[in-house]
């Protein structure tokens, strides 16, 4: 068994910010998981008052129509409020954590062969390497998923460290 080795994060919320936030992930109408939704909901909002519009027009077999696009209308308006209402709980959460992490005084990463702890301020979470069933770095962060689920920014901690991390979990992680 190998000796426990350590990081010392360096917390920003800024550093943390930026990587949640990338791409629109915190637009409620434009994210990722709601886009294809709004845009959805606009066409057939559009459609909607076109025929909206020409109701007068249509015979009386054809006046279903209005019904039918209504009720699209609503399905998809539907769809939408519920990813929204995700998007809503998933941005207030990251504000909790991203709060918490600024006020930290500790925010350490320790590490061996069987365990991986996080120490933020006192309260440790240890988990078996083999809890863990992802990771994934790139310029900006380390990505660590499974029963907890961490993110590391490459700017909270010198470029040694980081290396020393994404070889550790490169080694412990097995896809």
Not at 22 to 45: E, H, M, W, Y
Not at 53 to 76: M, P
Not at 141 to 164: A, D, H, N, Q, W
Request: aromatic share 14%; hydrophobic share 40%.
């Amino acid at each position: 068994m190998s000796e426990e080795k350590g990081i010392v994060l360096k917390p920003r919320r800024q550093d943390f910010e930026e990587i949640y936030f990338n791409g629109n992930q915190g637009s409620l109408f434009f994210s990722s998981s709601t886009r294809g939704k709004t845009i959805t909901t606009i066409v057939v909002g559009i459609i909607l008052l076109i025929v909206f519009i020409f109701r007068n027009d249509f015979t009386q077999e054809k006046a279903g129509i209005l019904y039918f696009v209504s009720f699209l209308f609503l399905l998809c308006a539907v769809f939408l409020s519920v990813s929204i209402n995700k998007v809503s709980r998933w941005k207030k959460q990251v504000h909790r954590y991203l709060g918490k992490l600024e006020k930290c005084g500790i925010y350490e990463i320790k590490f061996d062969d069987q365990f991986f702890t996080v120490n933020i301020d006192g309260e440790k979470e240890t988990s078996e390497w083999k809890d863990f069933e992802y990771f994934d770095s790139n310029n900006e962060c380390i990505v660590l998923e499974g029963k907890c689920s961490y993110m590391f920014p490459r700017k909270s901690m010198s470029e040694k460290e980081y290396s020393t991390l994404k070889q550790v979990i490169k080694k412990n992680v097995i896809p």
